[in-house]
T-cell receptor, first 113, second 111 residues
């Protein structure tokens, strides 16, 4: 089956620790995105990548880092510098470089203890 | 920056009725709009999209209307079913960067 997978579904982290969220797609999509969603809120863009080995900051990139070494993978690291990391994280991808229809993964819920 | 917003945060409808969810956008340069459905604890699912050269587009039980004059977008769901209960987001295309999402409207379908 083609699609976007995110792992783990639930993640717990102690304050001061870095944690990496996985996002993999086998859709052969060029562009990938990371969003953060807080309760009762919309999606806010963290980082995006339109091509391998290139990525751009979104609206709330502080405290996060990404890499795009492979077309199918776009991991997100939540660093200890992120002041309020507890949230629902969503990864998405699109076929081309434009922000056309984005296909989303199932999300990872991160809780900082 | 410019934003996408929704008129109503919650909408309650009876099963079988039609639902209308509204969305206002402010970026006149946006040329592509999408409606997503998000069930609790899951990622958003694509419902329907429309480009700015169209006023209306129909899918299965859903219709999207675009009024560029007043920068308004609406999603109509015919014969609403319990499975339609979810949060609905509209999103606009900001060009090469990414989609800009509104805060969402929660649709509750009652029997």
């Amino acid at each position: 089956d083609g699609g976007i997978t995110q792992s783990p579904k639930y993640l717990f982290r102690k304050e001061g620790q870095n944690v990496t969220l996985s996002c993999e797609q086998n859709l052969n999509h060029d562009a990938m995105y990371w969003y953060r969603q807080d309760p009762g809120q919309g999606l806010r863009l963290i980082y995006y990548s339109q091509i391998v080995n290139d990525f751009q900051k979104g609206d709330i990139a502080e405290g996060y880092s990404v890499s795009r070494e492979k077309k199918e993978s776009f991991p997100l690291t939540v660093t200890s510098a992120q002041k309020n990391p507890t949230a629902f994280y969503l990864c998405a991808s699109t076929p081309g470089g434009r922000a056309d229809t984005q296909y989303f993964g199932p999300g990872t819920r991160l809780t900082v203890l | 920056g410019e934003s996408v917003g929704l008129h109503l945060p919650t909408l309650s409808v009876q099963e079988g009725d039609n639902s209308i969810i509204n969305c206002a956008y402010s970026n006149s340069a946006s040329d592509y709009f999408i409606w997503y459905k998000q069930e609790s604890g899951k990622g958003p699912q694509f419902i329907i999209d429309i480009r700015s050269n169209m006023d209306k587009r129909q899918g299965q039980r859903v219709t999207v209307l675009l009024n560029k004059t007043v920068k308004h977008l609406s999603l109509q769901i015919a014969a609403t079913q319990p499975g339609d209960s979810a949060v609905y987001f509209c999103a606009e295309n900001e060009g090469l960067r990414a989609l800009n999402f509104g805060k969402g409207t929660s649709l509750l379908v009652t029997p």
